[in-house]
């Protein structure tokens, strides 16, 4: 299993938004790429990137700062305002490994299967989901549909990653939502990275446990817990081996 840690980009820095709220911003560190080379220092060998100024306006705002991360060598999965084919290629182009379509996945499946058939594995979709709901462009709108049907509708394309974040549980530390990630297992034939309550290492060997269950259970990001140090990498890197 892959632990992804988690550097969401706002303004240029590394900050962290409760609950995705741009009115709950803390931020952790002027330079994200600093961050990046500490995680990567650490043994982790992925890094997930928001952009989360990007998510908000609809288009990617700091990929320069993204740009930078890529060159320290370490495979990027983006997310955020990749709502354009060019920024999605332009993203690719420059050194990132995957990109998650968020919003646009909600409002056309032919753009999803387009970048599919281009791009391959190196797509993948992320669902956002509040009591088992969409939410899209920065978690201030509902999507009207839910995250399980939505999930099936990526499969029926092609799409292989997923990647489901529990926004209830988001940035506050009360543990992942184990039967919604469960439930997500079964919805498809795609790998599931999940997201959302990570606070201790507890959090990580009950995912660990529940991999060894679904083996399309990919990894989890771990963003707030780390950067509180709640938790260590290193030792979450060692726990994530056993699976």
Known sequence: MTIYPAIDIKGGRCVRLTQGRADQETVYAENPADVAAEFKAAGAEWIHVVDLDGAFAGEPQNLAVVQRIAALGMKVQLGGGLRARASVDRALGFGVSRVVIGTRATESESFVAELVA???????????????QVAVKG?????????????????????????HTDIGTDGMLTGPNLPAQ?????????????????????????????????????????????????????????????K
């Open 118 to 132: 281009a791009h391959g594995a190196k797509i993948a979709v992320g669902i956002d989901a509040k009591n088992g």
């Open 182 to 242: 469960e439930a997500m297992l079964g919805a498809g034939g795609f790998r599931v990275i999940a997201s959302g309550g990570v606070s201790r290492r507890e959090d990580v060997i009950a995912l660990v446990k529940l991999a060894q269950r679904h083996p399309r259970l990919d990894g989890v990001i771990v963003g707030k817990a780390l950067y509180e140090k709640r938790v260590d990498l290193r030792d979450l890197l060692e726990l994530a081996r056993l």
């Open 139 to 163: 978690w201030v709108a509902s999507a009207g549909v839910t995250a399980l049907d939505l999930a099936a509708r990526m499969d029926a394309i092609g799409v292989s990653t997923l990647i």
